[in-house]
């Protein structure tokens, strides 16, 4: 009869012990996974992006307005944690611009009665994007942030 030891035991070396793929970590790879595009072949046209349309460069321009505007609006955050999120935010803009904008224009349109409403309505909004989507806390916490510490007057 042998005795099996600890040293003689490998569970790495049986078969499916760590066969999960690790997920890729390395900054270069997740930028060119980002720009990589799907093409059709066959019959069919080719189908690729060729990068940024105008309407995509019109609506970074608008977004950049408009958070410039927000940004220069009062808050209650003191100067150091605001300076931290407005590099935040003007670094790392999301790749769901639509959505972005419509969270501004909301906060720029809303009037003195409305703004507190709208205030907590945006904030709500943020906060359920963020419980639903992986990824995006980069640029939703510092907008989070700054729209809950805007001091609207009354």
Known sequence: MTV????QTSYQNQPGYNDCLL???NASFLASAAKSSA???GDS??????GSTESEVDLKDLIDAQLVKLLTMPT??????FTHYK?????NLPRDLHLVQAWLSALDESTNESAK???QEVRQQVIDYMLHHNGVSIWAL????????LVISE
Do not use: C, G, N, Y
Not at 76 to 81: H, I, N, V
């Open 4 to 7: 099996v030891t600890s040293a």
């Open 39 to 41: 093409t059709i072949t």
């Open 142 to 149: 510092p907008l989070r942030k700054v729209v809950e510490s």
């Open 87 to 91: 590099a935040k935010l003007t670094t």
């Open 45 to 50: 046209k080719t189908a690729a992006s060729d």
């Open 23 to 25: 997920p890729p970590t």
């Open 117 to 119: 409403e709208k205030q």
């Open 76 to 81: 209650s955050l003191p100067d150091r944690e």
